[in-house]
């Protein structure tokens, strides 16, 4: 719905490109309606994702043992 604000702004101010926006805006807000939204992953108890390499490693670590960064 942004992107089709903004069009509509564009087009209200006279730029030959607002069409775009606009055109784009309405595609997304179809697609969105028919595409389902992603699942959420959660780790297991006693688990947390790395930040970096989002593999699962104990709560407790201070580096992780796949990458070896610091959490």
């Known amino acids: ?3 089709f604000v903004f069009g509509l702004f ?3 101010a006279g730029l030959p490109f607002s069409y775009i926006f606009l055109f ?4 997304m807000a179809v697609v969105g309606l028919f595409v389902k939204s992603s699942v959420t992953v959660e780790p297991e108890q006693g688990k947390k994702f790395c ?3 989002y593999r699962e490693i104990p709560v407790d670590v201070g580096i992780c043992p796949h ?3 610091k959490q």
């Open 24 to 27: 784009s805006g309405i595609i």
């Open 67 to 69: 990458c070896k960064l």
């Open 10 to 12: 564009l087009a209200l």
């Open 1 to 3: 719905m942004v992107v």
């Open 51 to 53: 930040w970096y390499c």
